[in-house]
């Protein structure tokens, strides 16, 4: 059974920067493609970066492309995204979840994905 745990979320300025962190364990992480959802209070979740099993191929959201940026570290079991420019519309509990993938494949929808972490808050205030 995979578990994953998400780490990272904070408090931070509009303009700021965070890392979000997803430790995978249980299993390889280099056999799962990873994605990252976020849900706002009020709002549907939204799905928000995936990477490949290999960490070769990425996709993200037209919301954060340019200011977030997937990625992973396969021999640390570890999948990161990396916030630049936060806005407060990036106010959310930003989840990581996994899909054993045999192909160098990541999808962007959530029903893709078997498992889910806990979640970590993100807030943007000033």
């Known amino acids: 059974q995979l578990h994953l745990v998400e780490s990272g979320g904070d408090l931070v300025q509009p303009g700021g920067t965070l890392r979000l962190s997803c430790g995978v364990s249980?299993?390889?992480?280099?056999?799962?493609?990873i994605a990252w959802f976020r849900q706002a209070p009020g709002k549907e979740r939204e799905w928000v970066a995936c990477?490949?099993?290999?960490?070769?191929?990425?996709d993200h959201a037209n919301s954060v492309k340019g200011r977030f940026r997937i990625s992973r570290d396969n021999a640390k079991n570890t999948a990161y995204l990396q916030m630049n420019s936060l806005k407060p519309d990036d106010t959310a509990i930003y989840y990581c979840?996994?899909?054993?993938?045999?192909?160098?494949?990541?999808?962007?929808?959530?029903?893709?994905?078997?498992?889910w972490g806990q979640g970590t808050q993100v807030t943007v205030s000033s």
């Open positions: 979840a996994a899909r054993l993938e045999p192909n160098d494949a990541c999808y962007s929808v959530a029903r893709e994905y078997d498992y």
């Open positions: 990477n490949t099993r290999s960490g070769g191929g990425f």
């Open positions: 249980g299993s390889t992480l280099s056999n799962y493609a």
